[in-house]
């Protein structure tokens, strides 16, 4: 009958599985011998039966000494085997893998040291296992105990050298597959571990890793996060291998996949991941130009928010997304091939998001974005038309930001959108102005913090970014229109008139104002007042600065049937002091041209001592009161009437017509003023009544 154990005998068996080391050590001098002998023989069936026997009843036994048994057999009958090994491979391998996860300490170590052996001999016929042993090697360089963990990273050793030697046999897909598994894992030991056999691979000649780098780089960038210092220098050396491949081979690199795993970690709240990202989508843009030009929403997404950062801290990033910002800006405007690099922008998706960064909370992201709205108009006006009108009120929006600056660029932007320069015939788009201004009105009459806080910045900007008689023109004609809210129509035309007489940005209109002989100023003198006359002191002031002094006169004469109220008289104080003011030197002078002949100076003389009649005497009775006793005494003289070399006389301006829509006017404020204290009274005495039933 054949011993149970054969082709073992019972005495090597026996000591195959006792408990002292030394005893295992000879039973596995014994089993090499005899499979030395087996094999120059090609015995092939009883070698099988042997490494059978050695798995079943010793590595895969429930006592822990005969599994150590079996593991130093298994490593013996390799050693015996030599390069013949080939044929066993499998066989000999697979029961010490299943100890390499054995409860055991010992067991493993051994494990460790017997598959260490095994490999050793068989060196390249290992590597179709070597998918197999790299899991478990995973697992086992997180073992608890030391010992386990040195024999693992000297095995790892091992197999490292031997699938560099012997690479071309890898199969490379196989292990990627595996190795995307296990990046993901959260042990440090096991992140390095993953790391290092990237790296080695990275390092083989033959091997172009970055055909694979879409399959780690996820996993790559997350190990970023790590406590443990050694895996982010491993991750970012490794990173930067990878980066320097790519520069040198752009095309394997697959970036078009890359880029979206890069938005990704660009937003993570982890500063070294983040600034590894945006640093990697600056170097994309780079090398690949206007092929990012598709994920430029993408794109947007990771690098706004980071030009709020502040700060030593993530200086670094904000300055290489600036980088990035400034590069795609470049692409967009670039005239060679920008028919086609127009058509890779996804201008829909990336106008979304513009819109939505236009509510971030910084005022450099809220900038940034308004430059790319006002760029893209600037580049590609007609693509942009289509999200003129949805861009309306959001930028109407911005106009009330706590930032000069940003409600600045929002005035950049809609100057572009409405700028008449881009219409087909180039002609002033005389309906997109006024939509636009009515716009602003409606703005600034439900809000009168915002006209009193934004309104002369906001109009001077656009006097400056646009035609400024245009501006005050289409104002003009849509303020002339009010006849319900005339008591906003008198606030605006006061804020339009205090801008026009002080701001430099309308040195020019004002000069054109001065000449109303010219046509052209004659039409824009009557379009404005006809919308001043909302306001009697505007309506002076207009005059005034158009030498309309026979005109002036007339009008002071009407104030004595106006209500002179607080605010009127505030406004009259206001006007002394323009008077005194460098605009109107030339009025002043006016005072005492060719003495008692100039009928203008008799005229304006008369106005501004009806002005200084209606004033009481403060501050600003004084001052015109000093200023009129400087001048010749016209006002014991009648001035003359349609005098042929007045302004008036040598326009085309009807200011009968004009005098009497300034009455009409005036009776319509006085009309609605009495009709809300009406409802004043009536609303108190229902408010009473209330009060006295309850």
Same mark, same amino acid.
């Given at each position: 009958?054949?011993?149970?154990?054969?082709?073992?005998?019972?005495?090597?068996?026996?000591?195959?599985?006792?408990?002292?080391?030394?005893?295992?050590?000879?039973?596995?001098?014994?089993?090499?011998?005899?499979?030395?002998?087996?094999?120059?023989?090609?015995?092939?069936?009883?070698?099988?039966?042997?490494?059978?026997?050695?798995?079943?009843?010793?590595?895969?036994?429930?006592?822990?000494?005969?599994?150590?048994?079996?593991?130093?057999?298994?490593?013996?009958?390799?050693?015996?085997?030599?390069?013949?090994?080939?044929?066993?491979?499998?066989?000999?391998?697979?029961?010490?893998?299943?100890?390499?996860?054995?409860?055991?300490?010992?067991?493993?170590?051994?494990?460790?040291?017997?598959?260490?052996?095994?490999?050793?001999?068989?060196?390249?016929?290992?590597?179709?296992?070597?998918?197999?042993?790299?899991?478990?090697?995973?697992?086992?360089?997180?073992?608890?105990?030391?010992?386990?963990?040195?024999?693992?990273?000297?095995?790892?050793?091992?197999?490292?050298?031997?699938?560099?030697?012997?690479?071309?046999?890898?199969?490379?897909?196989?292990?990627?597959?595996?190795?995307?598994?296990?990046?993901?894992?959260?042990?440090?030991?096991?992140?390095?571990?993953?790391?290092?056999?990237?790296?080695?691979?990275?390092?083989?000649?033959?091997?172009?890793?970055?055909?694979?780098?879409?399959?780690?780089?996820?996993?790559?960038?997350?190990?970023?996060?790590?406590?443990?210092?050694?895996?982010?220098?491993?991750?970012?050396?490794?990173?930067?291998?990878?980066?320097?491949?790519?520069?040198?081979?752009?095309?394997?690199?697959?970036?078009?996949?890359?880029?979206?795993?890069?938005?990704?970690?660009?937003?993570?709240?982890?500063?070294?991941?983040?600034?590894?990202?945006?640093?990697?989508?600056?170097?994309?843009?780079?090398?690949?130009?206007?092929?990012?030009?598709?994920?430029?929403?993408?794109?947007?997404?990771?690098?706004?928010?980071?030009?709020?950062?502040?700060?030593?801290?993530?200086?670094?990033?904000?300055?290489?997304?600036?980088?990035?910002?400034?590069?795609?800006?470049?692409?967009?405007?670039?005239?060679?091939?920008?028919?086609?690099?127009?058509?890779?922008?996804?201008?829909?998706?990336?106008?979304?998001?513009?819109?939505?960064?236009?509510?971030?909370?910084?005022?450099?992201?809220?900038?940034?974005?308004?430059?790319?709205?006002?760029?893209?108009?600037?580049?590609?006006?007609?693509?942009?038309?289509?999200?003129?009108?949805?861009?309306?009120?959001?930028?109407?929006?911005?106009?009330?930001?706590?930032?000069?600056?940003?409600?600045?660029?929002?005035?950049?932007?809609?100057?572009?959108?409405?700028?008449?320069?881009?219409?087909?015939?180039?002609?002033?788009?005389?309906?997109?102005?006024?939509?636009?201004?009515?716009?602003?009105?409606?703005?600034?009459?439900?809000?009168?913090?915002?006209?009193?806080?934004?309104?002369?910045?906001?109009?001077?900007?656009?006097?400056?970014?646009?035609?400024?008689?245009?501006?005050?023109?289409?104002?003009?004609?849509?303020?002339?229109?009010?006849?319900?809210?005339?008591?906003?129509?008198?606030?605006?035309?006061?804020?339009?008139?205090?801008?026009?007489? %002080?701001?430099?940005? =309308?040195?020019? #209109?004002?000069?054109?104002?001065?000449? /109303?002989?010219?046509?052209?100023? !004659? @039409? +824009?003198?009557?379009?404005?007042?006809?919308?001043?006359?909302?306001?009697?002191?505007?309506?002076?002031?207009?005059?005034?600065?158009?030498?309309?002094?026979?005109?002036?006169?007339?009008?002071?004469?009407?104030?004595?049937?106006?209500?002179? %109220?607080?605010?009127? =008289?505030?406004? #009259?104080?206001?006007?002394?002091?323009? /008077?005194?003011?460098?605009?109107? !030197? @030339? +009025?002043?002078?006016?005072?005492?041209?060719?003495?008692?002949?100039?009928?203008?100076?008799?005229?304006?003389?008369?106005?501004?001592?009806?002005?200084?009649?209606?004033?009481?005497?403060?501050?600003?009775?004084?001052?015109?009161?000093?200023?009129?006793?400087?001048?010749?005494?016209?006002?014991?003289?009648?001035?003359?009437?349609?005098?042929?070399?007045?302004?008036? @006389?040598?326009?085309?301006?009807?200011?009968?017509?004009?005098?009497?829509?300034?009455?009409?006017?005036?009776?319509?404020?006085?009309?609605?003023?009495?009709?809300?204290?009406?409802?004043?009274?009536?609303?108190?005495?229902?408010?009473?009544?209330?009060?006295?039933?309850?």
């Amino acid at each position: 009958m054949e011993p149970p154990f054969a082709p073992l005998s019972d005495s090597c068996a026996k000591a195959l599985g006792d408990k002292v080391y030394d005893k295992r050590k000879l039973a596995a001098l014994e089993i090499e011998k005899t499979v030395i002998e087996l094999n120059n023989k090609n015995n092939v069936t009883q070698i099988r039966k042997l490494i059978e026997v050695l798995s079943r009843e010793f590595a895969m036994s429930r006592d822990a000494n005969r599994r150590k048994g079996g593991l130093i057999g298994l490593a013996a009958t390799t050693l015996a085997l030599g390069k013949d090994c080939d044929k066993y491979i499998r066989e000999i391998v697979h029961p010490i893998l299943n100890c390499l996860a054995d409860p055991d300490v010992r067991v493993r170590y051994f494990a460790c040291e017997s598959l260490y052996n095994v490999a050793k001999v068989a060196r390249a016929y290992i590597i179709p296992l070597f998918p197999e042993m790299f899991t478990f090697l995973t697992k086992l360089v997180t073992d608890p105990d030391q010992m386990v963990k040195e024999g693992s990273e000297l095995l790892d050793r091992l197999l490292k050298d031997i699938v560099t030697e012997s690479s071309q046999i890898l199969n490379l897909d196989g292990f990627i597959h595996l190795l995307r598994e296990q990046i993901y894992v959260k042990n440090s030991f096991a992140r390095q571990y993953v790391i290092s056999w990237i790296s080695v691979l990275n390092a083989v000649p033959e091997i172009n890793m970055v055909v694979y780098l879409t399959e780690i780089l996820d996993g790559l960038f997350l190990m970023l996060e790590d406590n443990m210092p050694e895996i982010h220098r491993m991750c970012d050396t490794l990173l930067t291998q990878f980066l320097k491949s790519i520069r040198n081979d752009p095309v394997s690199a697959n970036i078009d996949k890359n880029i979206n795993i890069l938005i990704v970690h660009a937003q993570s709240t982890n500063d070294l991941i983040q600034s590894t990202a945006i640093n990697w989508i600056r170097e994309f843009v780079q090398i690949s130009g206007s092929a990012m030009l598709p994920f430029t929403s993408g794109i947007f997404t990771a690098i706004l928010p980071c030009l709020s950062y502040e700060g030593e801290t993530r200086k670094d990033i904000k300055e290489c997304a600036i980088m990035v910002n400034k590069s795609l800006m470049e692409l967009v405007s670039s005239k060679q091939n920008k028919a086609e690099n127009i058509k890779k922008l996804d201008l829909s998706s990336v106008m979304e998001v513009l819109r939505q960064y236009l509510s971030h909370n910084s005022v450099h992201t809220k900038v940034a974005v308004l430059k790319w709205i006002h760029h893209l108009f600037n580049e590609i006006h007609n693509e942009m038309s289509d999200h003129a009108t949805s861009l309306f009120p959001v930028l109407l929006g911005i106009l009330s930001d706590n930032s000069d600056e940003v409600v600045l660029q929002g005035l950049v932007v809609l100057a572009e959108i409405v700028n008449p320069t881009h219409s087909k015939d180039g002609a002033f788009n005389k309906g997109q102005y006024r939509k636009f201004l009515y716009s602003l009105l409606n703005l600034f009459s439900e809000e009168k913090q915002f006209l009193e806080n934004r309104g002369s910045l906001i109009i001077r900007q656009l006097c400056v970014l646009l035609n400024a008689e245009h501006i005050y023109r289409t104002f003009a004609e849509i303020i002339a229109e009010e006849t319900v809210n005339v008591k906003f129509a008198s606030t605006m035309v006061r804020s339009l008139n205090i801008i026009l007489l %002080t701001s430099s940005e =309308l040195f020019a #209109l004002r000069n054109a104002l001065r000449d /109303i002989t010219n046509k052209n100023s !004659a @039409s +824009l003198f009557k379009c404005l007042y006809k919308s001043w006359a909302h306001c009697p002191v505007s309506t002076l002031s207009l005059c005034l600065l158009a030498q309309c002094y026979e005109h002036v006169s007339d009008l002071v004469g009407v104030f004595g049937t106006l209500e002179i %109220t607080l605010e009127l =008289l505030n406004e #009259l104080d206001k006007l002394v002091q323009l /008077i005194e003011s460098p605009i109107f !030197a @030339s +009025l002043r002078l006016t005072l005492v041209s060719k003495a008692n002949n100039c009928a203008d100076a008799q005229h304006l003389a008369h106005a501004l001592f009806g002005i200084l009649m209606l004033l009481p005497q403060t501050e600003a009775f004084i001052l015109l009161k000093n200023r009129l006793q400087c001048v010749p005494n016209y006002w014991g003289q009648r001035p003359e009437k349609n005098n042929a070399d007045s302004q008036e @006389s040598r326009s085309e301006i009807d200011f009968k017509e004009l005098f009497e829509h300034f009455v009409k006017v005036q009776r319509m404020h006085h009309t609605q003023k009495m009709a809300q204290r009406k409802r004043s009274v009536l609303l108190w005495d229902n408010d009473s009544s209330v009060t006295t039933k309850e």
